[in-house]
């Protein structure tokens, strides 16, 4: 596809488990993002990766965030023993050099 | 720290009827300022990018605006399918962008 593509679009998890998230970037795009969108919230900030350059993580709210970026195309974004305040819409967008372009998001919630 | 502040939170026009809404951002070292449509339940998609102050783009019924301080987002005789939260962010350097909490903007027929 031309965009960028999140799976999946809705996911259910038990407080307590780990979830992946996962996003294919536009091809060819060396910047890829994921933001946190909360209901009715702005866009927050987590993690980026720019070409072979060490991810900037510095919006990693907690240990239990991680996500990894293979052959510098598609993300994994991992969240471990999920709680609550977790629920929110993930979204991955990806860039070449200036402009950004996001999938439709995941949106997780945590029961 | 960038900051970005977006006013006002919401705003109901009349269709035909034109405003503007507010970007005010703090950064050093501008590399560009972007601004974004979303519509409930979809990711941001992309409208503009401005790099220096005096710079202005346009697309349909939307102008934007660069200043040292501030960007505006002008909106003349709008339409109801305008409704939609913008969004506003600046990327310093090659750093991830950082956004306003956007502006809810609902156009009444």
């Known amino acids: 596809g031309a965009g960028v593509s999140q799976s999946p679009s809705n996911k259910v998890t038990e407080k307590g488990k780990d979830v992946e998230l996962r996003c294919d970037p536009i091809s060819g795009h060396t910047a890829l993002y994921w933001y946190r969108q909360s209901l009715g919230q702005g866009l927050e900030f987590l993690i980026y990766f720019q070409g072979n350059s060490a991810p900037d993580k510095s919006g990693l709210p907690s240990d239990r965030f991680s996500a990894e970026r293979t052959g510098g195309s598609v993300s994994t974004l991992t969240i471990q023993r999920t709680q609550q305040e977790d629920s929110a819409v993930y979204l991955c967008a990806s860039s070449r050099d200036n402009e950004a372009f996001f999938g439709q998001g995941t949106r997780l919630t945590v029961v | 720290e960038d900051q970005v502040t977006q006013s006002p939170e919401a705003l109901r026009l009349q269709e035909g009827e034109s405003s503007s809404l507010n970007c005010s951002y703090t950064v050093s070292g501008l590399r560009g300022l972007f601004w974004y449509r979303q519509d409930p339940g979809k990711g941001p998609e992309f409208l503009f990018t401005l790099y220096s102050a005096g710079e202005e783009k346009e697309k349909e019924r939307l102008k934007a605006t660069l200043t040292k301080k501030e960007s505006f987002l002008h909106i003349t005789a709008p339409k109801p399918e305008d409704s939609a939260t913008y969004l506003c962010?600046?990327?310093?350097?090659?750093?991830?962008?950082?956004f306003g909490s956007g502006t809810r903007l609902q156009v009444q027929p």
């Open positions: 962010a600046v990327q310093r350097g090659r750093r991830a962008l950082t």
